[in-house]
Nanobody
Framework: QVQLVESGGGLVQAGGSLRLSCAAA????????MAWFRQAPGKERKFVAA????????KYTDSVRGRFTISRDNAKNTVYLHMSTLKPEDTAVYLC?????????????????WGQGTQVTVSS
């Protein structure tokens, strides 16, 4: 069993930056692919970014490529999402997810463990 806890969300002006963290407990996530999804009010949960267990392979959704960077520190059992040049349309609850396989996929049904999420609000 893996518990995921996100932190780092908040209110930021358009053009600003935030770094989200996802700390895992219960077991090491070193063999798991990890991902960030986001969910805006009244909308379905959508894929943002994912990183393979080794960190060698990374995937982004088109709308964040070049602005967001996913990374991981397996020694700290933590995954990060650095977000820059934020836009109001990035406003959402951001959720961390773990897939019990090493390879990246963007389908939420492939991820077994989920955190509770952290709110990111971008004002215009």
């Amino acid at each position: 069993q893996v518990q995921l806890v996100e932190s780092g969300g908040g209110l930021v002006q358009a053009g600003g930056s935030l770094r989200l963290s996802c700390a895992a407990a219960g077991r090491t996530i070193g063999t798991y692919a990890m991902a960030w999804f986001r969910q805006a009010p009244g909308k379905e949960r959508k894929f943002v970014a994912a990183i393979s267990s080794s960190g060698d392979y990374i995937k982004y959704t088109d709308s964040v490529r070049g602005r967001f960077t996913i990374s991981r520190d397996n020694a700290k059992n933590t995954v990060y999402l650095h977000m820059s040049t934020l836009k109001p349309e990035d406003t959402a609850v951001y959720l961390c997810a773990a897939r019990t396989e090493p390879y990246v996929l963007e389908y939420k049904s492939e991820y077994r463990y989920w955190g509770q999420g952290t709110q990111v609000t971008v004002s215009s």
